[in-house]
């Protein structure tokens, strides 16, 4: 199914994906020859940038084999971790095309799933995210029970602090706007877990429309998320976000690309 279509300017693409990959030697080759022989058949130009966030492992070495035979992957590094919300930060102000996904690596969401996601930019929204929260999501495989109801939790502190009426910010599966993404990112401070609120907030204040879509989604071993560590510093982040004055700029251009 295509879901795209031309690209105003000639050497911009379509679409943009993003992925951060932090020790993903395991499951990064996969997920690229996954999101490759998908993106092949729809017809349109795109790029996908894998953001090495200083990986100790063969992360690059891995995704760098893909990318020697496909010149649409793009493998963006630095030497030092500086965490999850660094590297889509990274990625997405370095991303050209129309429109721009940030997938996690271990496509818990699988790619298919962008349909419904440019379904919903096509009606006129420019920020569609993936979630497990919505009638009509399908939860393949569930997590863990701590972490679902860590996760509600805190949910309903996102829900009265930064971002009322979005069930799930923190799927790992997000499209945006070239014009909403670069506005965005461009302002976000995060570096940890948290980054998502703190995009979704920025997007409100910006002025962009958001929407969630249901996605079909399923837990993946691997993830990177310690509950008992990370929670706490979660939190903390929130009133961070509260408390920050931002200073808003939007982009430097609000070109339409519907």
Request: contains cysteine; neutral net charge; hydrophobic residues 40%.
């Amino acid at each position: 199914m295509s879901i795209g279509g031309s690209s105003e300017l000639d050497e911009s693409p379509h679409l943009s994906i993003v992925i951060p990959a932090y020790n993903e030697e395991a499951r990064i080759g996969a997920t690229l020859s996954r999101m490759l022989s998908y993106l092949d058949a729809q017809g349109f130009r795109y790029e996908i940038l894998v953001v090495d966030d200083g990986s100790a492992d063969r992360t690059r070495e891995v995704a760098a084999a893909t990318a020697a035979e496909h010149e649409n992957v793009r493998i963006l590094r630095y030497e030092e971790n500086r965490g999850k919300g660094h590297a889509v930060r990274y990625g997405m102000l370095q991303a050209r095309g129309d429109f721009v996904l940030f997938s996690d690596a271990d496509l818990a969401t699988p790619i298919e799933e962008i349909e419904p996601l440019f379904a919903a930019l096509r009606e006129g929204f420019d920020i569609a995210i993936g979630s497990r929260d919505m009638p009509g999501s399908q939860l393949v495989r569930r997590q863990s029970l701590i972490r679902e109801m860590g996760g509600k939790l805190f949910n309903r502190c996102v829900q009265l602090l930064a971002v009322p009426g979005i069930r799930d910010t923190q799927c790992g599966f997000k499209l945006f706007t070239r014009a909403a993404a670069h506005s965005i990112f461009r302002n976000c401070q995060i570096d940890n877990f948290s980054f998502d609120v703190e995009a979704l907030y920025l997007g409100r204040q910006l002025g962009y429309s958001i929407i969630e879509v249901p996605v079909r989604w399923q837990h993946m071993e691997g993830s990177k998320v310690r509950f008992f560590r990370d929670a706490w510093r979660m939190l903390k982040t929130l009133w961070r976000i509260r408390a920050t004055d931002y200073r808003l700029q939007k982009a430097d251009y609000e070109r339409s690309i519907r």
